[in-house]
């Protein structure tokens, strides 16, 4: 069931936030038999991953994380860690959740 799932990614994402760490959403992701990719071709993000699940009533389940330094001239700061869920039905989302953790010194 495409919302089960996505209040599973939203649990897990939010646990991932607490911990500092991204394995539970992505060990979430993986338990939902979401497919992957990274994408390596902005080169201002030290990680970008995107997990997606078609379902067979038309709906598409989306979990995007990624990671990027914060950090200005002279003003050195930790890299911040983002996710955001999103289910689409039509091509409309019908539902999302983001949240985010930064990195410690």
């Not at 959403?25 to 038999?33: F, R």
């Not at 050195?76 to 985010?100: C, G, M």
Request: proline share 3%; hydrophobic share 35%; with cysteine.
């Amino acid at each position: 069931m495409p919302l089960n799932d996505f209040d599973t990614l939203k649990i897990a994402i939010d646990a991932a936030c607490s911990q500092e760490s991204y394995l539970p959403a992505e060990s979430a992701a993986s338990s939902l038999g979401m497919g992957f990719y990274d994408d390596n071709s902005k080169i201002t993000r030290t990680y970008d991953r995107y997990y997606s699940k078609s379902y067979d009533d038309g709906h598409l389940l989306t979990l995007h994380i990624w990671s990027y330094d914060t950090s200005k001239t002279f003003d050195i700061r930790p890299d911040i860690n983002k996710f955001e869920i999103r289910l689409i039905q039509n091509e409309a989302t019908v539902a999302s959740h983001t949240n985010a953790f930064h990195d410690k010194f």
